[in-house]
Each structure stands twice: as C-alpha cells, then as structure tokens.
C-alpha cells in the first residue's frame, strides 16, 4: 500500500528521520507506555512482590500490627490438611480439565471446520459457554447435579437405573466440577484450535492423497504435527489460567465434600478473606506463584522450541 | 454402491456428532431458562418438567423484590462499560509505542507485558486490599475498574501489537510529510485504521469484566457497587431456612446477567471470534 507520490528515497530519508526523532522523543514513548505500565505495576507487579514479603508474617488485619515470623508460615503449610488436600485436587482438577478441553476442543474444532448447512448458526451456540459467567454454569449446573431434583439423575435414572449423589459424593462432586469445567471452556479451545486448523495449508491434504493417507491418518501425520505449536499454547495457557481461577468451585461446591474439591487458589481466599489470616494465605500464595512459575517457564521454553511467533 | 454406502454413514455419524455438540451446549442454558419462567412449587417436584408448564414471571418479580436489581444491573454496567473502555485506550497507546517506536528493550517491555498475564489475581488479593483501604479505593468505581482494566490489559496488547505492526509505515510517512504531529497522527490516521480491532478488544473486555465475580467480590462490599455476579453468588451461597437453595431466584437472576451478553455474542459473533483467535494464529 504505498503511496506512488512519495519516491522511495525519500520515504527513506523521512523513516530514518521519524525514527530518528522518536527515539530522541523518549517522554513520547512514556508518555504512551505510562498508563498500562502503571496499571500492572500497581495491580500485577507490586502485589506479587509483597505478597512475597507477606509471607513471612503473621497478620491479621484485626489484630495489628504485623509480625516477621520468618518460615512459621511455611513449616504450618506442611502440617495443614486443608492445603495439601487442596493441592491434590488442584493438580487433578487443573491437569484433567486441560487435558479433556484440548481433546474435545480439537472435536469442536474438526466439526466446525466442515461444510455443512447451519455450520455459522453452530459456530455462534459455540461461543455460548465461553460468554456466559462462569458464576452461571457453576449455579445451573449445581441445580443440574441436584440429587433429587436435577435432571442428570433424572435422565441417569431414565437410561440406566442409577441415581448418583454427585455433590455429596467424594469422587461425584470431583467428576462433577471437572465435567463442569470442562464444559465451559472445551467450545473456547475449540475455537482457538479452529483457527489454527484454517492455517494449514490445504495441498499438504492433497500430497497426502496422493501417497494414499486416509482421513484418519491424515489427521495423525499432517493436522496434529502441523497445529501442536497452538495446541501447546492454547494448553498451557489454560494450565496457568485454571490454577489461579476458583469462582466455579466456590458457587459449585464450596470446597466440599469436605476437602473434595477444595482448590489452592480457593483457599487462599478463604483463609484471607474468611479467617483474616493474611499472612498465611500469603505464604498459600507462594506454592501458587511457584507452580504458575514452572508452568510458564516451560510455556517460554517449549515456545521457543516449536517456534511460534507472536 | 459401496461407497455411497460409506458416505451416507459419514454424514449421519457426522450429524450424530453435531447434534450431541449442539445438544450439550444448549441445554445447560435451556434448562436455566426453563427454570425461570416455572413457578416455585413446580421446581421441585420429581420427576422434573422438560417443558414449559405454568408460564410465569413472578420469579423475575420477587427478584426485584429481595435485591436491589437495577443498583447492581447499573453497576454491572459501570464496571463494565468502564474497564472495556480504560483497558482499550491504555493498551492502545502502549501497543503503538511497543509496535512503531523502536526503543531499545520494546520487545522486553512486550513480553513482560504479556507474561504478566500469569500472575494470579487472586495471590495478589491482600496487598491490593491493603492499598485499597488505605487510599479509600474499596466501593468505589473508579477502584474496580483500575483492578479490572489492568486484569485484561496484557492479552488485549498482545492482540493489538501485531495488529498495528501490520498496519504498512507508509500511511504514517505520508501524513508526517504533510505535517502532521503525533496527536494528528493519533487521531485522524491510526484510530480510524484500528477502530475495528478497537472495537472488538472492548467486546470481549466488556464481556469479561461483565462476568467477573473476584474482583467486585473483595472490592464492593457494601450494596452500593455490587454487580451481578456478586448478587448472584450471594444468592447461591448464603444459607435459606430449610437448606434449598432458592432455584426461583438464582435462575431469573442468571438470566438477567446473561440475556445482555447473549446479545453481543449474537451481534458482534464474527469480531467476537477474530479477537479471540488472532493470538493463536500469528
């Protein structure tokens, strides 16, 4: 698109004085940068770094003031059981959702990438899940569950003669919430998916033909390799955003049976916002911060590896 | 023969598959619907109704009638309306500094900027508490939507900066031949090329804020700056005399949270999806 009356010297001549004058015009440029700088600065940055300094107090903000404990907090994580319970199910809870939203993403995605009547009417049902709050899901869904009154054990109870005490059961309230889960952002990583799946190039599938894949082979050797950059991607992004999110099981079960479904980032805060203890969901935080952590930086590392760019 | 055999159950496995899909999605939603048009009695009872049998809206009434529901529908709104606005134009200005003026350390700022992203929000809940009380910022507006701008800030630039980097310099050169400065440059050149990808960041930011429950949790507490979301998780979790839950209530008020956001998905669902996948794909 350039435009013909502007010679190509001279468009140089003025890039290299723009650039010129821009990098001379720093206020310029933190002037620009300054508001979205501050805003994380504020709210992301600094919080992170105090709530490491947190961590090594007791503070209750009713009993004030502040008392640097040192590791006290950290030896009291090892020995409570409503953490370590709530990092078992963090881990199930956060791996297996991910692990069936890609899968049944890359489902989502295969269909919607077909020709067929009402495929854009279908492509919009798919956004529902992703547009509702999850506060919603978590609510229709708890009614859904309901033992007595809920339809899945109505339908269960139709089909094969079994009713299930979903959320008053250990592993029922488990299956329920990852299910839940799973249901609310499954269309979003299939739309993610579709996409990348529009940027393989269709004559691979045709030099594919010619040396005799068949549909399911073809999927195997060229769609799977050629998208695995944005299905890693797309995973490890849910991986890191999924540990810190904890509304679904707050409206959902409240943690429970007991410890059931008790999550970290759920706990945290509880003891901060229930207990008032904020030194210790501070040192809570830190697991938090140290597994989002090993996660992104494997994220960075794999990035570079299958080299994608942004 | 048998080919024709094979494709006709292609296409009805296909069809099996897109309709369990259109299926599952839906129903979820249907069945919040349903509920809230049934009268209260008609909600318990086993088996449950499928189907609308008393059509009523008196669930929507004793809503209005037990919380304040215009107070939080307008603050929703607010906090909304407002993140989606200040989270767009930050990350506006920011993206074309990170995009167009090369400084030295732009892709270091871009990548913490959007590495940020994986901070947790909820680690970070009792410093901001602490600021918050101490600078008199917890129920007001202003305060949630600082919180809440900055929570989308990183994904948006991360959409906006290839965007702008795809924008050919030569619009901008010819603009400064003729003698136009930074905010000229801003204003008549850069906006009106980028209002669409504008206008889709503040789409989905408006969703996301709309749905945000953390936030507004911890930071409106009193009943002048609840939203939605928080009325909602009042309902749902406080305890009822007899240990229901009050389906009657908790589904109208899904439904007044949702209707809104069902709209701009409807309307704007092509923007909607090119916002959200222009990250995936370059």
């Not at chain 1, 709530?86 to 956060?94: G, K, R």
């Not at chain 1, 529902?128 to 708890?142: D, E, H, L, N, T």
């Amino acid at each position: 698109m350039s435009s013909p009356s502007i010679p190509a010297s001279t468009a140089r001549a003025v890039r290299f004085r723009l650039t010129q004058r821009m990098r001379r015009s720093v206020l310029i440029i933190a002037a620009l940068l300054l508001p979205a700088v501050a805003l994380r600065l504020f709210t992301a940055v600094y919080p992170f770094l105090n709530t490491i300094w947190l961590s090594f107090h007791d503070w209750n903000p009713a009993f004030p003031p502040k008392q640097f404990v040192g590791f006290k907090n950290f030896q009291a994580l090892t020995r409570d059981i409503a953490v370590t319970s709530s990092i078992d199910f963090t881990v199930l809870f956060v791996v297996l959702s991910t692990v069936l939203q890609i899968i049944l993403g890359l489902v989502i995605a295969l269909i919607l990438n077909r020709v067929f009547p009402g495929r854009g009417l279908v492509r919009a049902i798919n956004l529902i899940p992703w547009a509702i709050p999850m506060v919603v899901a978590a609510i229709g869904f708890r009614w859904m569950y309901d033992v007595q009154y809920g339809i899945i054990n109505d339908l269960l109870h139709r089909l094969i003669g079994v009713r299930v005490p979903w959320l008053i059961d250990f592993w029922g309230a488990r299956i329920a919430v990852i299910a839940t889960n799973t249901w609310k952002s499954a269309p979003f990583v299939g739309l993610v998916l579709l996409a990348a799946l529009q940027g393989v190039p269709q004559d691979l599938y045709e030099a594919g033909k010619v040396d005799g894949t068949n549909r399911i082979s073809a999927f195997f050797y060229i769609t799977l390799p050629l998208i695995m950059p944005q299905i890693v991607t797309i995973g490890l992004f849910m991986v890191v955003w999924q540990l810190a999110a904890f509304d679904l099981v707050f409206v959902m079960t409240g943690g429970g049976p007991g410890f059931a479904t008790q999550v970290l980032a759920y706990r945290i805060y509880q003891v901060a916002f229930t207990a008032l203890n904020f030194g210790y969901a501070s040192a809570i935080s830190m697991i938090l911060f140290i597994t989002v952590g090993i996660a992104s930086v494997t994220g960075l590392l794999l990035f570079r590896k299958v080299e994608v760019s942004l | 023969m048998k080919f024709r055999a094979l494709r006709w159950i292609d296409q009805f496995v296909f069809a099996l598959f897109v309709s369990i899909f259109i299926f599952s999605i839906v129903f979820p939603f249907y069945w919040i619907m349903l509920s809230s048009f049934t009268p209260k009695y008609e909600l318990f009872t086993v088996p449950p109704r499928y189907w609308f049998s008393t059509f009523t809206l008196e669930n929507y009434q004793t809503l209005a009638n037990s919380i304040p529901l215009t107070r939080y529908f307008v603050n929703s709104l607010f906090f909304a309306a407002g993140s989606s606005f200040i989270s767009v134009a930050a990350a506006f200005l920011a993206s074309y500094a990170l995009a167009r003026l090369q400084f030295r350390g732009a892709n270091f700022v871009f990548i913490a900027f959007v590495m940020s992203i994986a901070l947790p929000q909820v680690g970070g809940l009792v410093p901001l508490f602490e600021v918050f009380k101490a600078t008199n910022l917890i129920n007001t507006y202003h305060g949630l939507v600082i919180l809440m701008s900055s929570l989308v800030l990183p994904f948006t630039v991360w959409i906006l900066v290839p965007f702008l980097r795809q924008i050919p310099y030569e619009i901008e050169e010819a603009a400064i031949i003729d003698g136009a400065r930074l905010p000229q440059l801003f204003w008549f050149i850069i906006l009106p090329i980028m209002r669409p990808a504008l206008a889709t960041m503040a789409i989905i930011n408006f969703i996301i804020a709309w749905n945000e429950l953390v936030y507004p949790l911890v930071f409106a507490t009193s009943g002048i700056n609840k939203t939605l979301s928080v009325g909602l998780v009042e309902l749902a979790v406080q305890p009822t005399a007899g240990g229901g839950r009050p389906w009657d209530l908790l589904s109208a008020l899904s439904m007044v949270m949702i209707l809104p956001i069902l709209l701009l998905v409807l309307l704007f669902q092509r923007m909607i999806v090119s916002g959200l996948t222009r990250g995936a794909v370059k």
